[in-house]
């Protein structure tokens, strides 16, 4: 383009010159005056070059725009939550929770003339003092460490850690063996201050060991193999059990049904073992067992239960019953049993008892009192049948009516009272006139907090 104007200027200069002829004739003063013109042309022709290269220059494209990043809510790495306590959780799958439990008891216990002495009547005590937490571990695992701190000893109560990702759980630790509903229900939701007598009788209590669980919609599996509690294990302690439970628990619209049985089978591995089978009164504050089989030798023990529950709105029904089988060397076998009936009813509208997995859960009022509510209150009626008397023992039978009060006034507080009518047959421990057959009257109220 810079070339085409040069060119067109002076071809268009050139159109004003005179001819070849003319020119020859010229004058030097002519001469000296067009060279003057051309020069001026020239420097026009320069300046106009100049103006057009600037006018044609492409300036530079500006950068395009960036994208706006993608908005991305970024996921706290450490979120804090309430449970009851507060429950630390991070974005990798670790959690923390400390957990507890505080249970006073004011209880006591009325029995004839020189059956308890001044180790009945009514006293206090800690029934439960609870300290420890629990949590996830990332892949699948959790843990558990609690203690029991009551009346200044210290007793391991859970102590395990899990692994499952589905329906299967394994895990290994001491846990309670899958004896039955009324034991696998937490102190903290049972119906009276003390469970079924049996369970006490016949030794129910957590164990060392390795167990698995399935647990499918309307279907739960459970079983192990175990030593001891940790309180037992010594080198010389090479006891071992196996014990199992199923439980169908079909929802049937707002009905929950449980039907459960559980086995089980333990061998002290030691020829001079020796137990005992007794319950205290339903009452803890007392040491006397008033039925009880004193020490006997045991080679293995067998156990088989069955259990039924049915939750239909606010009312609920449950039993069991416990056949325990005593091997003995060069003795006959004796065959205990233990079981009992109840039923109960949430008198607060709205509230219902809880159940989860195989066991009665938590009584949540609807209408706590921080929300101006009374709670939730809930009454429970009981028959309760140990007999330990079979063959040549005479451990007595005990028959029991008892009746409750349980009120949550918010969900992580209970109160509970009950009151008890006992019976006793073959008495280990006679009156003052020598009777073993006689009626005793217990009570018990509870106050309890957990976290």
């Not at 079924?196 to 739960?220: C, D, I, M, P, T």
């Not at 008495?427 to 009777?435: E, L, Q």
């Amino acid at each position: 383009m810079r070339h085409a104007l040069t060119a067109t200027l002076l071809a268009t200069s050139m159109f004003c010159l005179p001819d070849a002829a003319r020119a020859q004739a010229m004058t030097a003063a002519e001469a000296a005056q067009l060279r003057a013109e051309l020069a001026a042309l020239k420097a026009q022709v320069q300046t106009l070059e100049a103006r057009l290269d600037a006018a044609t220059v492409q300036p530079t494209p500006a950068p395009a725009p960036m994208p706006a990043p993608r908005s991305v809510t970024a996921k706290p790495a450490t979120e804090i939550g309430w449970k009851g306590a507060p429950e630390i959780k991070t974005a990798d799958g670790w959690s923390f929770k400390p957990r507890g439990r505080v249970q006073v008891d004011l209880a006591g216990v009325d029995t004839p003339t020189g059956v308890t002495g001044i180790r009945g009547g009514t006293a206090t005590e800690f029934r439960r003092v609870y300290l420890g937490v629990d949590g996830k571990i990332p892949g699948g695992f959790s843990y558990r460490v609690e203690a029991d701190l009551a009346n200044g000893e210290v007793e391991l109560t859970d102590i395990y850690m899990s692994y499952g990702t589905g329906p299967f759980t394994v895990t290994a630790g001491q846990v309670k063996p899958f004896w039955g509903l009324d034991d696998m229900t937490s102190d903290l939701f049972t119906s009276f201050t003390e469970r079924a007598a049996f369970v006490q009788a016949f030794g129910f209590e957590r164990r060392v060991g390795l167990s698995a669980q399935y647990k499918g919609k309307a279907l739960l599996l459970q079983g192990g193999v175990f030593g001891d509690n940790a309180a037992d294990l010594t080198d010389s302690n090479h006891s071992l059990s196996i014990d199992g439970r199923a439980v169908f628990m079909p929802k049937l619209g707002d009905t929950q049904l449980h039907l459960g049985a559980s086995g089980h089978w333990r061998d002290p591995n030691d020829p001079a073992t020796i137990i005992r089978y007794r319950a205290r009164p339903f009452v803890h504050t007392t040491d006397v067992r008033l039925v009880d089989t004193g020490l006997i030798d045991v080679a293995s023990e067998r156990g088989i239960g069955l259990e039924g529950a049915v939750l239909a709105g606010p009312f609920h029904a449950a039993g069991e019953a416990y056949w325990h089988q005593v091997k003995r060397s060069g003795a006959a076998d004796p065959t205990f049993f233990g079981g009992y009936a109840e039923v109960g009813m949430v008198l607060t509208p709205g509230d219902a008892r809880g159940y989860k997995d195989g066991a009665f859960d938590r009584l949540k009022p609807s209408k706590p009192i921080t929300a101006g509510g009374i709670g939730a209150i809930e009454v429970n009626a009981r028959y309760d049948h140990l007999d330990l008397n079979d063959g040549a023992i005479i451990g007595g039978r005990q028959q029991a009516a008892l009746i409750g009060l349980v009120w949550a006034p918010i969900d992580y507080i209970r109160i509970t009272a009950n009151y008890g009518k006992l019976w006793i047959d073959d008495a280990r421990v006679a009156t003052g006139t020598g009777d073993r057959d006689y009626t005793v009257d217990t009570f018990g109220l509870r106050t309890q907090i957990d976290f």
